[in-house]
Nanobody, 124 residues
Framework: EVQLVESGGGLVQAGGSLRLSCAASGFTFDEYAIGWFRQAPGKEREGLSCISSSFGITSYADSVKGRFTMSRDNAKNTVYLQMNSLTPEDTAVYYC?????????????????WGQGTQVTVSS
């Protein structure tokens, strides 16, 4: 059974930092791309970043580029999202996800497996 478990969320002041973790199990972790997403109340889910399987190549949405850094530790079956210079607009539930197929990597448009999410709240 594929499982993704996010952790590391919490309350932080504007300008602060958090590091989210996504622990994976139930699949061959190093063969799959992993994405980070967030959803704020009343807003659509937003894709933030993706890391490829083989070379750990990352891509970011413009809204977080330069502030967020994604990485993976294949030995620990874990991906991370380092979030710096946080603003109240970053307040949301943050999710990691992975596609069922390895074929497209971060070019995939479909993520099939999702974690339960972790709340990030940034106070002004």
């Amino acid at each position: 059974e594929v499982q993704l478990v996010e952790s590391g969320g919490g309350l932080v002041q504007a300008g602060g930092s958090l590091r989210l973790s996504c622990a994976a199990s139930g699949f061959t972790f190093d063969e799959y791309a992993i994405g980070w997403f967030r959803q704020a109340p009343g807003k659509e889910r937003e894709g933030l970043s993706c890391i490829s399987s083989s070379f750990g190549i990352t891509s970011y949405a413009d809204s977080v580029k330069g502030r967020f850094t994604m990485s993976r530790d294949n030995a620990k079956n874990t991906v991370y999202l380092q979030m710096n210079s946080l603003t109240p607009e970053d307040t949301a539930v943050y999710y990691c996800a992975t596609p069922r197929s390895t074929r497209l990597g971060c070019r995939t448009l479909t993520y099939d497996y999702w974690g339960q999410g972790t709340q990030v709240t940034v106070s002004s």
